[in-house]
């Protein structure tokens, strides 16, 4: 036979399912309906079944849906970046159905490992191997890794000693951090800022701001820093010889 019925759905027979054949095969499909309103009457159905897998290479065929993503400080995931995967318009397809491939280029013929870092790479779907239910692979499409915001920085010490004239080696000590970078760059980017400049005269405790924050080491492209973002801190003030 051609094809049969197994389920709901109609299955290539004895010249081996899911491999492709030359000419679609015509097939007569007959139907026996036994019920209490109808007994015994045969319906014929003629139809043709084609076992040609969908050409996933083919854009009036497939459609893969992408979208940018936030570096995370690891590997993208394909269910991240694929929102949506339409094969012969049956869409929401799962990207475990495929393999998803990651190339440098538009064409797809440089291919890499899941990127990470920030920047513009392009993801394609593919046949898996010996897969009989799809051939070939989907046109690349381009998508981008943006950097992350840092929005919030803090202080280490959060209060420091400052003598009156001695403001500089004071501010020097102060360390600054961000909850917003990732524990796999903390030893690679860093924070510095400008110290800020006040006429301090009378010995106390005084709030004050750090502004002009900006980021140094590698991988400085997977954050932004925004020029409005500062630090808060506090600085117990003292003239030299004054008890603390």
Known sequence: YGAKIEGTKVVAGDNGAGEANENAENVTLKIKVNSSEVSGK??????????????????SVTKVDVTDVVYSGKAVEDGKVITNITVNEI?????ELFV???????????????????????????????ATNYQKASKPQQFKITPKEITT?????????????????????VKFSSTDIYEVDKKTVTIKATAPIASWKVPGT????????????????????????????KAKVSISGDEK
């Open 42 to 59: 045969t319906t014929i159905i003629p139809f043709k079944v084609n076992n040609d897998a969908p050409d996933l290479s083919d854009e």
């Open 206 to 233: 005084y709030s004050i701001i750090y502004s002009g924050l900006s980021l140094e080491g590698n991988e400085l492209g997977n954050y932004t820093l925004d020029s409005g973002v500062t630090a808060k801190g």
């Open 153 to 173: 920085v803090t202080t280490e010490p959060e209060q420091i000693d400052l003598v009156i004239g001695d403001e500089e080696s004071a501010f020097s000590s």
């Open 100 to 130: 998803v491939k990651y190339s440098s280029d538009a064409e797809g013929s440089t291919i890499i490992d899941a990127p990470t870092n920030q920047g513009t790479y392009y993801v394609f779907i593919q046949a898996k191997e010996g």
């Open 91 to 95: 869409s929401n397809l799962g990207t």
